[in-house]
Structure formats: C-alpha cells, structure tokens
C-alpha cells in the first residue's frame, strides 16, 4: 500500500510524538499491527470521519529529520519508486527496526523514594514489577496511558531507580563488552585485601583495579593469567562491578595509516582549489565539474577542500564507485585527517554498517567515505559532496528506487547548501554537456601532477597477428614487454573486463551451446569452481562431459575470461607472481584490501582484472599496461557502448606510468579504426566529446531527451506481450488526445529485451523519449498507468519496472 494513510495521535501521546519517527498502527480489518513512519503531523479542529488511533511510537526520538522526509517525498516523485523503497535508503537493511528498550527496576524499596503525589510514576513502575521488573519500552505504552513517559523514565533514571537497556530487533545487534570495576571505596580497600591473604588470585585483581580503575573481563583474566572463578567470587561478595558497555565495530580498527602531508598544488590545481574555496567560505551552493587527465592529482584538491570545509565547522561525503577503491580512499583521507571518518559501503558486515551509521547520527564523525549508497549518509551539517569518477555506472542503482547517486548528490548540495565536486578524466557526455553549457562549473587538468607524462598507447590489430599465425591471446608486442619488465623488477597490469574462465561452451559438432535453463544466456565457465555459472541469476551446473544434445565427447571451450588468462600467464611466465582481481577472487570479506596491499608491496608481479583495475588505482611501480579486449564494450547493443569503451580503455591506460618512468599501454583491438579506440589512444577526449555528441543529436539520444524505460516480465510470453502492447497502446492514445501525433519518435517497442528471458521470466521493454514532448508528461502518464491505477492496466502476474534516466537498455 504505496499510500499516506491518516492516524490521530492519542491524548497521552501528544507531546511524545513527532514527525520522523516509527510508531506501531493497527492497520485493515483485522487491526493487524504494522509498523509506519509519521511523515507529517497536521492539527485539525475537527474531525469529519473517525480515525483509528495509532498504538504506541517504537522509538522515543525521530529516526528521520526533516530534510530526509523531504529527500524521502523527492525520491519518490523523481524516481516512480514507493515511499518504503526511498525510506530503506535512508535507513538501509539490517538497521529497521534499530533499538527497542528494555527497562529494568534496580530499586525494589523505589516506593521510599518516590512520593504519594507521583501517581504516574507509582503507576509506571507497579506496571513494570507486575512484569517481573522488565519490559520493553513498546510494552509499557501498550500497557499505559500516561503523559510525558519519556521524561519520566529519565528522570527515575537518574534516581537509580530503572535502569535502560537496549534490545535490538533486527538483524543487526549493538555490540557489548563486559567491564569489571571495584565496588569499594578508597578507604575500604586496604581491610579488605588482608582479609584476603589465602586468596591470591583475588588480591591481584582488586590491586590491579585499584590502579586501572576498569578493565574489560577479557583483558583481565588474560594478562593477570587467572580463570573467571576468583572474579566470580569478588563479584559474589559485592568487591566488584560487572557492567556491559557498547563498543562500536571499526572497519579499519587495526589498520595504521602512514601520515599524508599536505601537497603544494601545482598552477592548475590551485586555481581550482582558490575558486571552489570561495564558495565554501560564503557558504554557497554550486556544482563543479574536473576534467583531470589521469595523475593531474583530483585526490590533493579534494583533501584540501575537504580540509576548507572542515575549518568552516562543516561536514562532507566523498563517494567513490568501487569497493577496491574505498580503502585507498581512506587511507588517504586518515593519512591527512586522522580520526572522524566513517565508511560505508557493501562490504561491510551488517554490523559494521550499522555502527558506521549509529557514529554517524550521533555527531562522531564529520567525514564519510563509500560507494553509492554513502550519498544518503545523515550528516547534520553537510558542506560538501565529492564525487570521484563520476561518470561510472555503478553510481546507478539498478535496485528501487533507482536513483543516480550524482543526481541525489545535486539534490542534497541545493537543498543543503552545500557544494558538489565531481571528477573525471572521462567525464559522462552528460555531465561534460552540461559543463560546456554552464550549469556546472567546468574545470580542466592539462597536466599530471608530479613530472610524469602520460603513458605512450600503442594499438596492436590483432588482425594481423592472426595473419601472420598468432593465435595466442597476446600479441608478439605484449608477451615482449611483460618480459622485458619482470626482468627489470616492473610490474604490469592485464586488463580484460570479462571474469571466468571461458565465456560459453558449445559442442562442434551439433552446434549446441550451454545455456541457463531460467535465462536466455549462454552460461560462464568458471575452472576453479568446476562449473558452469549464469552471472544474472546465479545459476550454476556441473561441467558436461558429452554434449546434452548430441552426445558427442568433444566439447569446446571458447572465449576468454580473467581465470583463462591467469592460466595462460602462469604457464608464460612461470617465474611471475600473479594476481586476480575481479567478483570471484573478491567475494571473501577483505580480499580487495589485501590483493591490493601485496600489489602495492610489489608481492605481485602482475595483476590481472576486470574493470575494479580500471580507475583510481596508483602504483608508481607500474610501467605497463595490457589491454587484451577493448571492443568487448564496444559491441554491446547500447547507445552508450562507445562512452564505455572510451571511460574504460582512458582509466585502464591512466594506471601506468605514474611513478617517475614512463609507462606504456598495449591496447589489442581488432576494430582499430573506430573513434573511441582511436582517441582514448591519443588520451584525446574532445575529439571523441564532439563525434559522439554529434551522433546523440542525430539519433536523439541522452543529453538532448531524457529516457524513461519500461520493463515487463512474466512466466507467461503471451501474456508479457499483450500486456505491454496494451499499455504502449494506452501510452499513444494519451498523448494523441494531448495533441502529441508524432507519438512513434516518443514511444519505441514494446520488444524484447535484449536478454529476453531471466529467471524463468520473459522480458519485454517500451522506451519513452521526451522528443518535443514535456518529461512531466511522460512521467505523469507512466504514473497514472503503472503506479495510481496498475491493478486496473496490469495483472499482478505481471512484473513491471520504471527507470528514469536509464544508464542500461537490457
């Protein structure tokens, strides 16, 4: 139920409830109790219909502030998404459901200390000893009516009369650690310890107490050398205090970062440091786009506007688009800023997220560093957003809502006033447009930042390494220079944006190719594994060893994949150490931190990977760089595929030669001719800017409409298709009868998807340009069709999706 539904508040609970935070309803005939969010509260002087009473809050603060229930309703209206979906971005899984609390009666002769006037109080805590002296604080309202609770549980709090603890009902839990302290006074101390001249071990831990004060258990019993049973008998006789107290969850805990000193900018950095900086100083709102080849040193400028930010007594968010980059990321921002940062991004554990979240909305950090959920991260008094390489896609969520997270980033600058800084060496062509037409502020880099050049991009035909019998994935140049740098004590990085081992099996003699039984894909081949993997729904089936369709014994393995090529290296260059860096050598818990310490170590002599290699990385040790598919991208069935190949063959080149040699990329292609190969070659941005912007305008294409895609599924192919034509009919009709004729240049499909069937569900897709017709309206009627009156249009069968602006037609 996508809907605001009206409560009234309880007389008891008036001035306990607030906007922002959750409370218990009843809700449907049933009355069944669910848990909402108060989006807005409205006095009314009188009621014209009766309103059920909502039940109790689960919280006593707000869990959201008024800027997030404003990003909330914004989420919601410029993504099509439901009000839930924008909330669990704001409070992601694992943290609904955040604290319950549970009170305690410590004081059984509480009625001593309490006077015959305090009835509510005497009411309160009579409640909470029929309840066996505990309850939740969820089952004293349920069980009260009583005005001002929560200043009343603070108060007999402070009287040492309850005592508050909290119990975690969802799937994450607040962390304790049990602490042992004396519970003598000063002047007790001494009689007691001669009453325990027989009791050694005891004696020792009261000395030891007396000196430290508190200690963790753990920490006592291991560094004294004792078992629990002296403690135990201490706590027994009253000497000491055992007490459980929180301890957040640091992800770097253990880590020490070596000290970044602060650079001196170079001419172009510094002109860009001084203007950005006058925005921060007044306080004023603005995007900034820079345009930095690889190396101009984007890292320096954002620390030190970072570091500007902060002396004006505000907060900022750096966003980085993969998880192997965030802990180079931090390094460098602890190594500049030491302690208030907080990192967000999948990897963590749900614990670790959580206490990242909990530092964050309790005012201890004033930096926070992730992937692109981090956008959304509570900061109070937000100066400053970063976001670095923001022409990636993993800045889309491909999950409701699906938002861009620069999008969010402009949204929250506005409404914040605070400042967004975007940086690219490949800006996205829509960012760069909009740069050129003053809506950001463009800035660009000409030069690296230290003295080195930009590497030397030499393109290999690999057309005529086949003629002239080169059947190895390497060509003759490749295999030449990755030797020369082993001997030279070099390292190297192989780049092939393609994980597995081989990219389908197919028998040769029929022509049978293994394919998953729930999608329409040919399945991956992943030798360390054994198996055959779908990458869309997980799918995974044993090795054949005759063809399913055929039985014939031969079967081929075609392709390539970041497993084969290891293979390949290892049985070239058997004296090199290699590593592998893509989702299948980095699914275990930190594997990215340590694949990219041993190469930063220079354990690895060769680091081969899939496009987390691609950006941000900076190893001075890196001389070369191989390229071994560049027109794997280029060839996708998507208007941005020659976008992709440019951003990924420029990043991928921009790893090499960042020390003080100079480095050198092999870019093997078999389509050299084309302009993405041809300019990201010559590390020439503009000259690709202009030929793909010209070809945008020709075939209307994002920056000159804006997209929205529509997608159907269903188990049934029949009826995914009727279902879409209905709705594309319904789509042409409404704008036909808004005077809208040319509607076949606005309205294109319904047609398959590319990849026509997932899980056992067949897709189908419409996509909406708004070419001469208003965005507004195109989402007004995808609204009113698929959102207000979706049961009257689509069975429930039916699986419908909206993206806005999409990045992937699939």
Known sequence: MDKIFDYKIP??????????????????????????????????EELQYSLKELLYPIEDEAILDKKQIKLIVWLKNKYLCKYIDAIHCIIPAGIVNIEKKVLHLIEEDWEKSIGSKSKNQIELLRTLKSLGGKATLEKLYSRLAIKNLSSMLKLLEEKKIIQIEYDISSRVKVQTQQYAKLNLEEDEIEPIINTLKNAKKQREIILFLKQHKMCTVRELIDLL???????????????????????????????????????????????????????????????????????????????????????????????????????????RFYGRFGEGIAVLHSNLSEGERFDEWRKIIEGKVNIVIGARSAIFAPLKNLGIIIVDEEHEHTYKSETNPKYHAVEVANYRGKEEGAIVVLGSATPSIESYYKGSKGDFSLFTLTK????????????????????????????????????????????????????GYATFISCPQCGYVVKCRRCDIAMTYHRTMKNLQCHYCGEKEGEPSICPSCGDSQINYFGTGTQKIEDLITSYFPQAVIGRMDMDSTSVKGAHQRILEDFKKEKINILIGT???????????????????????????????????????????????????????????????????????????????????????????????????????????????????KIT?????????????????????????IIAKVKERYRYQVLLKNHEVPYTLLKSIVKYLLIDNRQKFVPARVTVGIDIDPLYIL
Do not use: C
């Open 448 to 499: 690296r930042a230290t003295s080195a050049t930009l590497p030397e991009v030499e393109i290999i035909d690999m057309r005529e390494e086949l003629d002239q019998g080169n059947k190895n994935i390497l060509s003759r140049k490749l295999y030449a220079l990755i030797e020369e740098n082993l001997k030279s004590k070099k390292q190297t990085i192989l780049f092939l944006n393609r994980r």
């Open 611 to 725: 496009q987390m290699i691609s950006k941000g990385l900076d190893f001075p040790n890196v001389t070369l760089v191989g390229i071994i598919g560049a027109d794997a991208t280029l060839n996708l069935p998507d208007f941005r595929a020659s976008e992709k190949t440019f951003q990924l063959i420029t990043q991928v080149a921009g790893r090499a030669g960042r020390g003080l040699e100079k480095g050198k990329v092999i870019l093997q292609t078999f389509n050299p001719e084309h302009y993405s190969i041809a300019a990201a070659s010559k590390h020439d941005y503009s000259s690709f800017y202009d030929e793909e912007l010209n070809l945008r305008r020709e075939f209307l294409y994002p920056p000159f409409v804006q997209l929205i895609h529509i997608s159907f599924s269903s188990k049934n192919l029949e009826e995914v298709h009727t279902i879409s034509q």
């Open 11 to 44: 007389e008891h609970l008036l001035e306990t409830i607030k906007e922002g935070m959750r409370v218990m309803v009843p809700f449907g005939m049933g009355n069944k109790r669910l848990e909402a969010y108060i989006l807005n509260i409205k006095v009314v």
């Open 225 to 331: 050398k004792i078992t629990r049973a002296p403690l135990n008998s201490l706590v027994n006789k009253g000497y000491i205090l055992l007490i459980d107290q929180e301890y957040k969850r640091e992800p770097y805990k253990n880590i020490k970062f070596e000290s970044l000193p602060k650079m001196i900018p170079n001419i172009e950095q510094k002109e860009v440091i001084q203007e950005i900086t006058t925005y921060i100083q007044q306080d004023k709102t603005k995007t900034f786009l820079i345009h930095g080849i690889t190396g101009s040193g984007k890292t320096e400028i954002y620390l030190q506007l970072m570091e500007e930010t902060l002396k004006k007594g505000k907060q900022g968010i750096i966003l980085v688009p993969e998880i192997a980059l965030t802990p180079q990321t931090v390094e």
């Open 729 to 753: 009919n319904n789509i042409k009709y409404i704008l036909k009868a808004k005077g809208y004729t040319a509607y076949d240049e606005i309205v294109l499909g319904p047609n398959p998807a």
